[in-house]
């Protein structure tokens, strides 16, 4: 089944602590992003890649790092954990970046205490 | 940059009925709009796009409408269903596509 998985599905966690959300596609799309989604904000891209080893800001990255090492992986990486980042984060991806069908992960809760 | 919104956040339809969802936005130059839906617990997920140098274009019950004067986009949703109730989103795409801009949302909810 064509799918983009994400996990943890859920998370809770302390200021400061490092943590990696992992997201994985099995369609062989070129193009991955990460979007947060917080109340009356709708989607935020945080990060997306264009293809392997090329990544680039989106609207909001500050307290975000990425890496695309392999087509199909495109992880999420908060280095030191904020409250402010407390939020609902979704994976997505599509074919290529003329590509406007985009596929979306199920979501990943992080809650930092 | 680009800014997207939705005229209202929640819209209440009886079944049976055709929904309207109307959505605004800022850059002219914005390339594709697209909409989505979002069913609870669940990713956003494609349903139609439509490019700038269009006025409409269907899919299955669905139809989009872009007015470039005014800058707004609407979805219609022939013969709304209970399967429908989800939250949609409109975005547009950036010049060369690498980005998207989502709308807060709009919330439908389908009364039998």
């Known amino acids: 089944e064509a799918q983009v998985t994400q996990n943890p599905r859920y998370l809770i966690t302390v200021t400061g602590k490092k943590l990696t959300v992992t997201c994985s596609q099995n369609?062989?799309?070129?193009?991955m992003s990460w979007y947060r989604q917080d109340p009356g904000l709708g989607l935020r891209q945080i990060y997306y890649?264009?293809?392997?080893?090329?990544?680039d800001k989106g609207d909001v990255p500050e307290g975000y790092k990425v890496s695309r090492k392999e087509k199909r992986n495109f992880p999420l990486i908060l280095e030191s954990p904020s409250p402010n980042q407390t939020s609902l984060y979704f994976c997505?991806?599509?074919?290529?970046?003329?590509?406007?069908?985009?596929?979306f992960g199920p979501g990943t809760r992080l809650t930092v205490l | 940059g680009e800014s997207v919104g939705l005229h209202l956040p929640t819209l209440s339809v009886q079944e049976g009925d055709n929904s309207i969802i109307n959505c605004a936005y800022s850059?002219?130059?914005?390339?594709?709009f697209i909409w989505y839906k979002q069913e609870s617990g669940k990713g956003p997920q494609f349903i139609i796009d439509?490019?700038?140098?269009?006025d409409k274009r269907q899919g299955q019950r669905v139809t989009v409408l872009l007015n470039k004067t005014v800058k707004h986009l609407s979805l219609q949703i022939a013969a709304t269903q209970p399967g429908d109730s989800a939250v949609y989103f409109c975005?547009?795409?950036?010049?060369?596509?690498?980005?998207?801009?989502f709308g807060s949302g709009t919330r439908l909810q389908v009364q039998p």
């Open positions: 850059n002219s130059a914005s390339d594709y």
């Open positions: 997505a991806s599509r074919l290529k970046l003329g590509s406007n069908e985009q596929f």
């Open positions: 439509i490019r700038s140098n269009m």
């Open positions: 975005a547009a795409s950036d010049t060369g596509r690498r980005a998207l801009t």
């Open positions: 890649s264009m293809n392997v080893e090329v990544t």
């Open positions: 369609m062989n799309h070129e193009y």
